[in-house]
């Protein structure tokens, strides 16, 4: 990828954004910043192999596993323009806490925690734009936590349409796996709540009708 089109994709993250252009330019410029290509479902992190750095997706996917004894559970699926690494940078662990597989070709880039150090004391609004990105990432984590500590699938996935929009199209493999439940289970309880309206389908997508009805399921 073209270094003025990667220069391009940071100016719109977030994160990365907060910096001026000269310092974005700056950072491409950093032999200790890297590049690299994968191809779907290659490996990008697993809980023993990574790298102490800010990874930003720049094109393509991943998806986040948390890794167990029996089958993963999917925490979350990150397209172009997110982020993910945080966990490694400055903590003392020697293993990472999730297992990153690329969902589709994706192309990333990483930041090394010593450059992320130096940004982070030379410039304020990158500080400030970091602290919003991990406090969004304790948000995320909190609701998850939540989702996947219910007791009972009912609960699991009343409190996933709680939290949610009115209107949501979700993949049901993926919805399963996330939630940690199968999906003959998944697809009784979404029966059980459409009978009592909870939801209801228009075409591919369900609306939650009810969010009452369901909050005291929880």
């Not at 690299?36 to 596993?65: D, H, M, N, R």
């Not at 998850?144 to 979700?170: N, T, Y």
Request: proline share 4%; hydrophobic share 40%.
């Amino acid at each position: 990828m073209k270094k003025a089109k990667i220069s391009a994709l940071l100016a719109e993250n977030s994160l990365f954004g907060a910096l001026p252009e000269e310092a974005r330019e700056g950072l491409l410029s950093d032999p200790r910043v890297s590049f690299s290509e994968y191809s779907a479902g290659e490996t990008v992190y697993t809980t023993e192999g990574f790298q102490k750095a800010l990874a930003v997706i720049l094109s393509g996917g991943v998806s986040v596993f948390r890794p167990g004894r029996g089958s993963p559970v999917l925490l979350n699926r990150l397209s172009a323009g997110q982020v993910f690494g945080a966990a490694s940078l400055f903590g003392g662990g020697e293993t990472y806490v999730t297992v990153i597989v690329a969902e589709k070709k994706a192309a990333i880039l990483f930041v090394p925690g010593e450059v992320c150090e130096e940004l982070l004391s030379s410039s304020s609004a990158f500080s400030l734009s970091y602290i919003r990105f991990l406090s969004d990432r304790i948000r995320f984590l909190n609701r998850r936590l939540s989702q996947l500590s219910a007791p009972g699938a009912p609960k699991k996935l009343a409190d996933f349409f709680c939290r949610g929009p009115d209107r949501v199209s979700p993949n049901m493999k993926l919805l399963a796996s996330s939630l940690g439940i199968g999906r003959a289970s998944l697809y009784r309880i979404l029966d059980d709540f459409l009978a009592k309206g909870y939801l209801a389908r228009d075409g591919k997508e369900l609306l939650v009708t009810d969010r009452e009805g369901l909050s005291k399921l929880l």
